[in-house]
């Protein structure tokens, strides 16, 4: 990218323009954002970013940049509507456009770290011209202007408001701050908030049906992929790294030849307290997209049968192209509905990672703090009892069920176990449970509970 006018004194002088090779970021931002606000269907923004860059030709950094207008839009849009809001007047509200024009520009003046902000102001005027918003642009190149000339007055009142109302200075949903400052406190509700603000990292867990450790890091080396490894109680020495990717990871060959699967640290925990073996006749009951199944399927050596289910056939082919990718032969994928005949016998383990809100996973899944619903929280209560309870009842004599969410809500996790627990003491045994956090383990939230059938 190329900025300014220098080719004589006499010129007049240019504003500050970026110019692409292809396709331009912030005009894919733009279309992306603009999604959003039309109604999107189920589509998360991510899917929508994929999209919208392909079909644009955005490519390398200026698809990163793209990304990132997009995620920092979506992630912070209860703090810049509010301080957009703070220099409109009257009570005209604002066209849909002019409200995603302003979130870009105001996310990258006061929360990017790379942009300048007289780049920030120049290329979201310039878009608003592109996009058709010629009327609007004087507005917002008013108030962008503003803002890059008041930081330090806005770093206090974005302070202010952190403290006085969290649910605008850290972009959360009021009602589930609420609850948080309620079970938690405001010290770990704060920590909490800010992980849900940070991009995550990409971790990669090694895959040992198809390389090891050393043999991963040397073509992570080749290339030009660095990586770190990361430590949990439950995570082996050598199986899981925080890795920097210089291309998409789809294009690396160390990802295609099955060397390893993206996977967050918390969802190890789950087929850790599940510990499969060799031999083991397992149901894994919510399969999709299969990061479990082929874990599973890594401890047991491939040796032995695992019943891969999910609601969703569609779903289920990610599960067979990941253990086709990773060499994984003794899964077999089975959609709910036809599940009946291959159920008798019971099983040895049975995962049942159920559907949740996925609050423990707000950092990755950047747009669902503006999904997620009270009344959401209470029906997957009973979606999750079901599943737990069906699930208990194909277990063979003295064998294990590991229950398990990526939620932080005692609804979704201990309350949905001792509800089990109550009505089936004689016959089960709750042999430990877990909640992981990020205020108090600094990783992605995840519950497991691990459920033996008496003999």
Same mark, same amino acid.
């Given at each position: 990218?190329?900025?300014?006018? $220098?080719?004589?004194?006499?010129?007049?002088?240019?504003?500050?323009?970026?110019?692409?090779?292809?396709?331009?970021?912030?005009?894919?931002?733009?279309?992306?954002?603009?999604?959003?606000?039309?109604?999107?269907?189920?589509?998360?923004?991510?899917? %929508?970013?994929?999209?919208? $860059?392909?079909?644009?030709?955005?490519?390398?950094?200026?698809?990163?940049?793209?990304?990132? %207008?997009?995620?920092?839009?979506?992630?912070?849009?209860?703090?810049?509507?509010?301080?957009?809001?703070?220099?409109?007047?009257?009570?005209?509200?604002?066209?849909p456009g002019v409200k995603v024009l302003l979130r870009l520009g105001l996310y990258q003046i006061l929360l990017a770290d790379r942009i300048p902000s007289f780049a920030a102001v120049d290329e979201t005027v310039a878009l608003a011209k592109r996009v058709g918003l010629v009327p609007h642009s004087g507005f917002i190149n008013a108030v962008l202007r503003a803002y890059a000339?008041?930081?330090?007055?806005?770093?206090?009142?974005?302070?202010?408001?952190?403290?006085?109302?969290?649910?605008?200075?850290?972009?959360?949903?009021?009602?589930?701050?609420?609850?948080?400052?309620?079970?938690?406190?405001?010290?770990?509700?704060?920590?909490?908030?800010?992980?849900?603000?940070?991009?995550?990292?990409?971790?990669?867990?090694?895959?040992?049906?198809?390389?090891?450790?050393?043999?991963?890091?040397a073509s992570w080396k080749d290339e030009g992929v660095s990586a770190e490894p990361v430590a949990a109680d439950w995570v082996k020495d050598e199986e899981l790294y925080e890795i920097r990717v210089p291309a998409q990871i789809a294009t690396l060959a160390s990802f295609s030849d099955g060397g390893f699967y993206i996977q967050d640290a918390s969802t190890l925990l789950s087929?850790?307290?599940?510990?499969?073996?060799?031999?083991?006749?397992?149901?894994? %009951?919510?399969?999709?997209?299969?990061?479990?199944?082929?874990?599973?399927?890594?401890?047991?050596?491939?040796?032995?049968?695992?019943?891969?289910?999910?609601?969703?056939?569609?779903?289920?082919?990610?599960?067979?192209?990941?253990?086709?990718?990773?060499?994984?032969?003794?899964?077999?994928?089975?959609?709910?509905?036809?599940?009946?005949?291959? %159920?008798?016998?019971?099983?040895?383990?049975?995962?049942?990672?159920?559907?949740?809100?996925?609050?423990?996973?707000?950092?990755?899944?950047?747009?669902?703090?503006?999904?997620?619903?009270?009344?959401?929280?209470?029906?997957?209560?009973?979606?999750?009892?079901?599943?737990?309870?069906?699930?208990?009842?194909?277990?063979?004599?003295?064998?294990?069920?590991?229950?398990?969410?990526?939620?932080?809500?005692?609804?979704?996790?201990?309350?949905?176990?001792?509800?089990?627990?109550?009505?089936?003491?004689?016959?089960?045994?709750?042999?430990?449970?877990?909640?992981?956090?990020?205020?108090?383990?600094?990783?992605?939230?995840?519950?497991?509970?691990?459920?033996?059938?008496?003999?």
């Amino acid at each position: 990218a190329t900025g300014g006018d $220098t080719t004589g004194e006499k010129k007049e002088k240019k504003p500050f323009v970026l110019r692409y090779k292809f396709g331009n970021p912030r005009d894919a931002a733009y279309k992306v954002l603009m999604q959003r606000e039309e109604g999107s269907g189920a589509a998360f923004v991510e899917t %929508l970013i994929g999209a919208e $860059t392909d079909r644009m030709g955005v490519v390398g950094s200026d698809r990163a940049l793209c990304k990132e %207008l997009v995620l920092g839009a979506v992630r912070w849009r209860a703090l810049l509507d509010h301080l957009a809001d703070l220099k409109k007047t009257g009570s005209r509200q604002q066209l849909p456009g002019v409200k995603v024009l302003l979130r870009l520009g105001l996310y990258q003046i006061l929360l990017a770290d790379r942009i300048p902000s007289f780049a920030a102001v120049d290329e979201t005027v310039a878009l608003a011209k592109r996009v058709g918003l010629v009327p609007h642009s004087g507005f917002i190149n008013a108030v962008l202007r503003a803002y890059a000339t008041e930081i330090d007055a806005t770093d206090t009142i974005i302070s202010e408001l952190r403290t006085d109302k969290p649910h605008i200075g850290w972009s959360h949903p009021e009602w589930l701050v609420k609850q948080w400052l309620k079970r938690l406190g405001p010290e770990k509700t704060r920590v909490l908030l800010e992980w849900n603000n940070k991009p995550p990292p990409i971790l990669a867990r090694v895959n040992f049906l198809r390389t090891s450790p050393e043999k991963l890091l040397a073509s992570w080396k080749d290339e030009g992929v660095s990586a770190e490894p990361v430590a949990a109680d439950w995570v082996k020495d050598e199986e899981l790294y925080e890795i920097r990717v210089p291309a998409q990871i789809a294009t690396l060959a160390s990802f295609s030849d099955g060397g390893f699967y993206i996977q967050d640290a918390s969802t190890l925990l789950s087929v850790r307290l599940l510990d499969p073996q060799p031999g083991d006749r397992v149901l894994d %009951l919510c399969a999709a997209p299969g990061g479990k199944a082929v874990m599973i399927a890594q401890a047991m050596r491939n040796e032995g049968e695992i019943v891969a289910s999910d609601i969703d056939r569609d779903r289920l082919l990610m599960v067979e192209d990941n253990c086709q990718r990773l060499g994984v032969s003794c899964v077999k994928t089975v959609a709910s509905e036809d599940l009946e005949p291959f %159920l008798e016998g019971g099983f040895d383990r049975i995962l049942v990672d159920a559907p949740c809100s996925n609050t423990g996973v707000m950092r990755r899944r950047t747009d669902l703090r503006w999904r997620v619903s009270q009344e959401e929280i209470r029906a997957l209560h009973e979606t999750q009892f079901s599943l737990l309870s069906r699930g208990a009842l194909l277990l063979r004599p003295g064998a294990s069920l590991v229950y398990s969410t990526c939620s932080i809500e005692p609804d979704e996790n201990q309350n949905v176990v001792n509800r089990f627990m109550k009505r089936n003491s004689d016959d089960f045994t709750l042999e430990e449970q877990r909640q992981l956090s990020p205020e108090n383990d600094g990783t992605d939230g995840a519950f497991v509970a691990k459920i033996t059938r008496k003999q």
